[in-house]
């Protein structure tokens, strides 16, 4: 069963380690991730999390919440190539997506995807997100009311 962790002294090393499938350019690594988290930190509104198939470190995540807008932002999901291809990445975002809308925190989540990765954009529709037409960074929008 998927869960979240902390990242911490445990599991830092298994995270910083975990690489993308070679030729996959889609998300930034996870060293270049928990440095953004560290530079953000003092806006505590940035998480790195680890993503854990029940006690084996499988994932990583990062969010981004905007409380004034009422938004959780699905910044960057990865999981290493060998745990690609088994559901992890559609069980931790139904997992977050139920725990957004339990902490009535948030009426939407958001995220981005590249125009190429047809996985990950299939995962996304598949779940209730839906293309906003807006794009940023080169990436599309996509976007999921939680109320």
């Known amino acids: 069963m998927i869960n979240f962790r902390a990242i911490d002294e445990?599991?830092?090393?298994t995270?910083?380690?975990?690489?993308?499938?070679?030729?996959?350019?889609?998300?930034a690594s996870n060293a270049y991730s928990l440095a953004q988290a560290w530079l953000y930190r003092d806006a505590n509104d940035?998480?790195?999390?680890?993503?854990?198939?029940?006690?084996?470190?499988?994932g990583f995540m990062m969010l981004d919440e905007?409380?004034?807008?009422?938004?959780?932002?699905?910044w960057r999901i990865m999981f290493?190539?060998?745990?690609t291809g088994k559901h992890y990445?559609?069980?931790?975002?139904?997992?977050?997506?139920?725990?957004?809308?339990?902490?009535?925190k948030y009426d939407s989540m958001l995220l981005d995807c590249a125009f190429d990765n047809e996985r990950a954009r299939h995962v996304?529709?598949?779940l209730g997100f839906t293309d906003t037409g807006k794009t940023?960074?080169?990436e599309k929008i996509f976007k999921l009311e939680l109320t």
């Open 124 to 126: 996304y529709e598949k």
């Open 15 to 27: 995270i910083i380690r975990m690489k993308r499938p070679d030729g996959e350019r889609f998300v």
């Open 89 to 104: 990445g559609t069980e931790a975002i139904e997992l977050l997506i139920r725990l957004a809308k339990e902490s009535g």
């Open 80 to 83: 290493p190539e060998e745990h």
């Open 136 to 138: 940023e960074n080169g």
């Open 66 to 74: 905007d409380l004034e807008e009422r938004c959780l932002v699905l």
């Open 46 to 58: 940035v998480y790195p999390v680890a993503i854990y198939n029940e006690d084996v470190p499988v």
């Open 10 to 13: 445990g599991n830092f090393d």
